[in-house]
């Protein structure tokens, strides 16, 4: 029971740019945690794309970035490439489960 | 590097309970920076958090799933594991233990991640 809600699908042409929104509610990101964003590509792991809203870990390119507004949080990917094409998931703390909550997930397609 | 190995049954009859354990590798269990978690995912469907663990045994769940979930930590081992009673195909699902970053006192991102298990609830 997702808490996070991001649109289904975004898809765009390769170089360009899409961004992935993820809304929450004064019980999370409206509340001021962070929120962080997986990739994860079919059949494996997710894998950390971006945590504390901006920051990407090491080996991440700087394709990808990440933004927070009141209870929302964007992801953007510019200079889009065909291996990008992957589900993408934001994640944050909410306060009324004590612990994690993942958005709904988005699948990115590359057209 | 560090490391994160599921390991257990692939197949569990409905009622029974799932037992999973994690094995780290590359690092120690033992440490003030982390929580370790486990995290499912039903197939074709998305990410969703079951609990995690400090060192120390101190838990959090989620409470859709509270009443039925044991996460347990061995030092000794380097492992923490998963049980889940009274088990329905709604449980089928690839398990993923994680590394939980702890930030202040704020259960932050998942940094380290398994490759994943597959648990199919049949009979």
């Known amino acids: 029971q997702s808490v996070l809600t991001q649109p289904p699908s975004v898809s765009g042409a390769p170089g360009q740019r899409v961004t992935i929104s993820c809304t929450g509610s004064s019980s999370n990101i409206g509340a001021g945690y962070d929120v962080h964003w997986y990739r994860q590509l079919p059949g494996t792991a997710p894998k950390l794309l971006i945590f504390?809203?901006?920051n990407r870990p090491a080996g991440v390119p700087d394709r990808f970035s990440g933004s927070k507004s009141g209870a929302s949080a964007s992801l953007a990917i510019s200079g889009l490439q065909a291996d990008d094409e992957a589900d993408y998931y934001c994640?944050?703390?909410?306060?009324?489960?004590?612990?994690?909550?993942f958005g709904t997930g988005t699948k990115v397609t590359v057209l | 590097q560090l490391q994160l190995q599921e390991s257990g049954p692939g197949l569990v009859e409905p009622s029974e309970t799932l037992s999973l354990t994690c094995t780290v590798s590359?690092?120690?269990?033992?440490?003030?920076?982390?929580?370790w978690a486990w995290i499912r995912q039903p197939p074709g469907k998305g990410l969703e958090w079951i609990g995690s663990?400090?060192?120390?045994?101190?838990?959090y769940y989620n409470p859709s799933l509270k009443s039925r979930v044991a996460i347990s930590v061995d030092t000794s081992k380097n492992q923490f594991s998963l049980e889940l009673t009274s088990v329905t195909a709604a449980d089928t699902a690839v398990y993923y233990c994680?590394?939980?970053?702890?930030?202040?006192?704020?259960?932050?991102?998942?940094?380290?991640w398994g490759q994943g298990t597959l648990v199919t609830v049949s009979s």
């Open positions: 994640q944050s703390y909410g306060s009324s489960l004590s612990g994690s909550v």
């Open positions: 994680a590394r939980h970053v702890l930030v202040g006192w704020e259960l932050f991102n998942f940094d380290y």
């Open positions: 663990i400090f060192y120390t045994e101190r838990t």
């Open positions: 504390g809203n901006t």
């Open positions: 590359g690092g120690s269990i033992r440490t003030g920076s982390y929580y």
